[in-house]
């Protein structure tokens, strides 16, 4: 689902809220294939409580990005809620990707019903499961073992 909003910035990177692998891993695909379309660069957030929180879920991040072959990337660890922190991503973005609450299920949860409020830019949201194929272009998800 793909929802735009007036706004957004034509130029700007595409933005992937990222939880963890292990149930985002389709927003990295989705947002990369996307930006990898549009010759964007691609910017991944991740947002956690405390930095120790999320070094895990960027080292994994890094690790799937680096392996897969990604368009230009960086990794952003921020602290706060994740609405807030989407939200403040998207004023500058040409798309923002997000997953739904729970993956295989067709609800959203409260972040992604907020952005699709409040985003900047378009938001599509990425429902689907990761098919770890070649043909698909995606890895299996990479588990912190930590």
Request: glycine letters at 8%; aromatic letters at 2%; charged letters at 20%.
């Amino acid at each position: 689902m793909v929802v735009v909003p007036p706004g957004g910035s034509p130029d700007g990177p595409v933005v992937a809220a990222v939880r963890d692998l292990a149930t985002d891993a389709a927003v990295l695909r989705q947002a990369r294939d996307a930006a990898a379309r549009s010759g964007a660069a691609l910017k991944v957030v991740h947002a956690a409580r405390s930095a120790r929180e999320g070094a895990a879920a960027l080292e994994d991040i890094e690790d799937w990005l680096w392996r897969w072959g990604t368009p230009p990337y960086s990794v952003h660890l921020s602290r706060g809620r994740p609405l807030e922190v989407v939200v403040d991503r998207s004023a500058h973005a040409r798309l923002l990707v997000m997953g739904s609450a729970e993956p295989h299920r067709p609800l959203l949860g409260p972040a992604a019903r907020g952005a699709l409020r409040l985003a900047a830019c378009p938001v599509l949201i990425a429902a689907e499961p990761l098919d770890p194929s070649p043909t698909r272009g995606g890895p299996p998800p990479v588990i912190s073992s930590r």
